[in-house]
């Protein structure tokens, strides 16, 4: 398992355990080092300003008041203490949904960013606006949706099928702030994935397989993989997976007629066991 199970989830996958969704959670002052890091004394007022400076220019189209590459440059220590997610398959997407009070679905502050395009509804935060979002910012709430699980959990299925990485952040490790759907116009993939820069998200507890019985070598899965992962022997007429290379999103599944591909642990699969960062083994 990733290092934030064992820090935080007791051994078990961090972000199916309730604790790190609690309301004293959000409200506890943080340590000297997360304060020092972060800037603000609780997980409720960095939540605040998260919510001012990324989400609410996505609704209303006003400028930025952040600048990629300004202030200090954060280490990645600094960046999974402050702000850090990890790729997850849709069967964890929905036991998470299942957890959770409520979810609200919000406009994404990458897409404004990246495609200047305002009100692309790709995130969803938890909890019931426990930080009275919808009273102190009036112009947001006719782009922020309250919905209830079997609502979310279509939304996410569609997502799926499109090819979209499901993946779980943290605001103030480990207090689980939303769950995202990404590709290419998504700042943490852009950053990470396409122009190889520092990680800012783990790979998931599983990895994908391909049973070669299975596959009739249509290639249809290849077309979801953004991880490149993904590859084609013409000689065997079969799709083949490379675990190390793999980040266990399980999207291609989706486009898979024939279910040729199943998810395994990570840890089961001697390839891909402790690769959790992009180039780096634990």
């Not at 929905?94 to 990246?114: A, F, H, Q, T, W």
């Not at 993939?189 to 800012?200: A, C, D, F, M, V």
């Not at 486009?255 to 959790?276: D, F, K, L, Y």
């Amino acid at each position: 398992m990733c290092e934030f199970c064992t820090q935080h989830g007791e051994g078990k996958i961090w972000y199916l355990q309730m604790k790190n969704y609690a309301q004293e959670l959000l409200s506890a002052e943080l340590s000297t080092k997360e304060k020092q890091i972060t800037g603000f004394p609780n997980r409720s007022e960095w939540s605040d300003h998260f919510y001012e400076a990324f989400v609410l220019p996505a609704i209303t189209g006003v400028p930025w008041n952040w600048e990629p590459g300004s202030g200090p440059p954060q280490t990645l220590e600094e960046r999974k203490i402050q702000h850090f997610g990890q790729v997850l398959p849709i069967e964890d997407v929905e036991k998470v949904i299942d957890m959770v009070d409520s979810i609200v679905r919000l406009p994404c502050g990458c897409r404004y960013l990246n495609t200047g395009l305002t009100d692309r509804r790709y995130c969803f935060g938890f909890g019931t606006d426990k930080n009275q979002i919808l009273g102190k910012y009036p112009e947001s709430t006719t782009s922020l949706e309250v919905l209830d699980k079997q609502e979310a959990k279509k939304i996410f299925r569609k997502f799926d099928e499109e090819g979209l990485i499901h993946s779980i952040w943290t605001g103030i490790t480990p207090y689980v702030l939303g769950i995202c759907n990404c590709d290419r116009d998504c700042g943490a993939y852009k950053g990470y994935i396409e122009y190889r820069g520092s990680p800012n998200f783990f790979r998931a507890e599983y990895v994908c397989q391909v049973d070669a019985d299975q596959c009739t070598g249509c290639k249809s899965c290849m077309s979801q993989c953004q991880f490149g992962a993904q590859y084609y022997s013409s000689a065997l007429g079969k799709v083949y997976i490379n675990p190390s290379q793999c980040f266990g999103c399980g999207v291609c599944r989706a486009a898979c007629s024939n279910n040729a591909i199943t998810m395994h642990p990570r840890q089961s699969v001697p390839e891909a066991a402790g690769i959790w960062l992009e180039g780096v083994t634990r």
